[in-house]
């Protein structure tokens, strides 16, 4: 991440990452790119998309689109050896946010997502990471780690019922238009 919180290097493709230990973010990043955080213990936790803070306890997963300013922490500093999984994917991937494969949910809306799950719900969807981190000793393809992340994001709505999917962030917050524009614009002369 560079000093303006903007993610380096993150482009087109598929970025999964398994993370240990305490995480408290002080820095708002943002970047083209949805990201997936996935925190399958049950421990305090915050979360600020888009200026709102949410704060829960419970295994979550959080969606956060394209362009939203966000960051996730862990308020637990005495549990040193939690785990999460964070997933970056690209929006200008056809084929893999056809919208034959997702909910319209992910697609439609800026807001993000914010999942609240059991800790059965949570272990079941943890599974299927270990398909990512075996992957580098197992050549597994950019066609197989993108089927593992359309799974992984089906699943999830097959098993966090639609009373425990919050939208967060609000969709009139017009700074991600902003940012997506310039982003896209940047070498044309905006005024």
């Known amino acids: 991440m560079n000093k303006l919180g903007f993610l380096e290097n993150y482009g087109e493709e598929l970025i999964i990452q398994k993370m240990t230990g305490i995480s408290v973010m002080n820095t708002f990043h943002i970047h083209p790119q949805y990201e997936i955080y996935f925190c399958p213990k049950d421990i305090k936790q915050k979360s600020v998309?888009?200026?709102?803070?949410?704060?829960?306890?419970?295994?979550?997963?959080?969606?956060?689109?394209?362009?939203?300013?966000?960051?996730?922490?862990c308020m637990e500093t005495s549990n040193t050896d939690f785990e999460r999984y964070v997933i970056y994917f690209s929006p200008t991937n056809e084929s893999f946010l056809n919208t034959n494969n997702l909910p319209d949910i992910i697609i439609g809306e800026k807001a993000g997502l914010l999942f609240k799950l059991t800790e059965a719900e949570a272990?079941?969807?943890?599974?299927?990471?270990?398909?990512?981190?075996?992957?580098?000793?197992?050549?597994?393809?950019?066609?197989?780690?993108?089927l593992l992340v359309l799974f992984f994001i089906n699943r999830l709505f097959t098993v966090c019922g639609e009373d425990r999917i919050l939208k967060v962030g609000g969709t009139e917050f017009y700074i991600q238009d902003v940012l997506r524009y310039i982003s896209e614009n940047f070498q044309s002369n905006i005024s």
């Open 49 to 73: 998309i888009n200026g709102i803070e949410y704060e829960y306890k419970h295994p979550a997963v959080i969606l956060s689109k394209p362009y939203s300013i966000h960051s996730m922490s």
């Open 123 to 146: 272990n079941s969807l943890k599974n299927i990471f270990s398909f990512f981190l075996t992957g580098a000793d197992h050549n597994i393809s950019k066609r197989e780690s993108e």
